[in-house]
């Protein structure tokens, strides 16, 4: 429908400010095309979601953005870290529960 096409567009602008550019990239319309499919088979019953994901697959894994790489290998370090930092902590058995995180910087530069 007009109306999706229309949302497709907005979201690829918006996309596009949001890494501060003035013009729409092939990327940021592809960011448009891949949230707008991604809601319309998130709203289906699982056994339609998984067909549609099956074929509309190469428009959903297209280009995924680099923030939500970042983001989730920045999640999985400190879930690591935490895990490390608890199992560390079961031995001493007179520490509060509560221990900061620490995740050195050269641990993300590799």
Do not use: W
């Not at 448009?32 to 067909?51: D, H, N, P, T, W």
């Not at 902590?89 to 050195?104: F, G, I, T, W, Y």
Request: proline fraction near 1%; glycine fraction near 2%.
């Amino acid at each position: 429908a007009v109306r999706h096409i229309e949302s497709m567009i907005r979201m690829s602008e918006a996309c596009a400010r949001i890494h501060l550019r003035s013009t729409v990239r092939d990327e940021d319309v592809n960011f448009g095309i891949r949230v707008m499919l991604e809601s319309f088979i998130s709203s289906q019953k699982f056994g339609v979601q998984r067909a549609l994901t099956k074929q509309f697959s190469k428009y959903l894994t297209f280009s995924k953005d680099n923030d939500e790489l970042l983001f989730y290998l920045l999640q999985q370090q400190f879930r690591d870290e935490a895990q490390f930092a608890r199992s560390k902590n079961r031995l001493l058995l007179s520490q509060s529960d509560e221990h900061p995180v620490r995740v050195a910087v050269r641990d993300l530069e590799q």
